[in-house]
């Protein structure tokens, strides 16, 4: 008895170690992780000169108006244009790359046909292909089409995604059932009906998922703008203050806007994040459970 007991509190106490173990392992991920954004935070509060003149992580003057003023009227208010094509590209683009891949997914897993296993195959390969792979050859086959250095040469590489066809056939399996959709088409309803009204609505929540996970790579892409365009007025965000960036050799007074426009570009990640993360855990938990 006096053994079972011994065993038990040596196991209690081993528990409570593990716990407090992976409580301070992601205390210190968070602090990681977080201390980046608290930097860009403290820095683009101070005016220019306090950037090199007081420690990176104490608050000094507070200018952070001033330096929203002179950001969004900084070369006639580009940083605006440059937000508003970002946006233009990451929500048309990540809408409309979900809506495709949701598509792709649902027919792969709901349909039986020939070389659908290979093509599955072929998609994943897909994923395994680096995005700075694909620029040179896109480059060339926009530069034959004319559409290098216009939006469609952001706009339509973005809304191509095989990690979204992937998730999206596991969210059909996990949340689409085969029933239902037989009782729809008994009822007289066409394939796309079937999908827009049964299938679609049920997978909403899981395809949130896809959406971020589109929403994120768009508004965070850099390489691909880089390559396709060459007009300042369409330029995202990165691609804007990369540029700006480049210039504070010999124009040192945009450092302080690189810096705010760095803390403004990240702002509707954080705000979307936290409208969506009901349905993003949704989706995630579906995807386990498969």
Not at 76 to 87: K, P, Q, S, Y
Not at 149 to 166: D, E, K, M
Request: hydrophobic fraction near 55%; charge should be positive; include cysteine.
């Amino acid at each position: 008895m006096n053994s079972l007991s011994t065993s038990g509190r040596s196991v209690n106490r081993e528990s409570q170690v593990s716990r407090t173990a992976a409580m301070a392992l992601m205390l210190l991920l968070a602090v990681y992780f977080l201390l980046p954004i608290y930097f860009l935070i403290v820095a683009a509060t101070k005016p220019q000169g306090d950037l090199a003149a007081t420690n990176g992580l104490t608050f000094s003057h507070f200018n952070l108006f001033e330096n929203l003023r002179v950001l969004f009227t900084r070369s006639d208010g580009i940083f605006g244009r440059w937000a508003l094509n970002t946006v233009i590209y990451a929500v048309l683009g990540a809408a409309v790359g979900t809506l495709i891949s949701a598509l792709c997914g649902y027919a792969l897993a709901k349909f039986r046909f020939r070389g659908r296993e290979f093509l599955f195959s072929v998609i994943l390969g897909g994923v395994l292909v680096p995005t700075t792979a694909l620029a040179l050859p896109l480059f060339l086959l926009f530069s034959a089409t004319g559409i290098v250095n216009t939006y469609f040469a952001v706009f339509l590489p973005s809304i191509v995604s095989p990690f979204g066809v992937y998730l999206a056939r596991i969210f059909a399996n996990a949340a689409v059932p085969q029933e239902l959709l037989e009782s729809a088409r008994l009822d007289g309803a066409g394939e796309f009906r079937t999908f827009f009204s049964v299938a679609f609505k049920l997978m909403t929540p899981s395809l949130v998922t896809i959406f971020l996970f589109q929403f994120v790579a768009i508004w965070n892409n850099f390489f691909l703008p880089m390559v396709m365009l060459q007009k300042e007025s369409l330029f995202p965000i990165t691609l804007g203050l990369y540029e700006w960036n480049g210039q504070t050799a010999r124009a040192p007074l945009l450092q302080e806007s690189v810096i705010t426009g760095s803390l403004v570009s990240i702002v509707p990640v954080i705000i979307l994040f936290i409208l969506l993360q009901r349905f993003w855990r949704t989706g995630l938990a579906a995807g386990s459970l498969k």
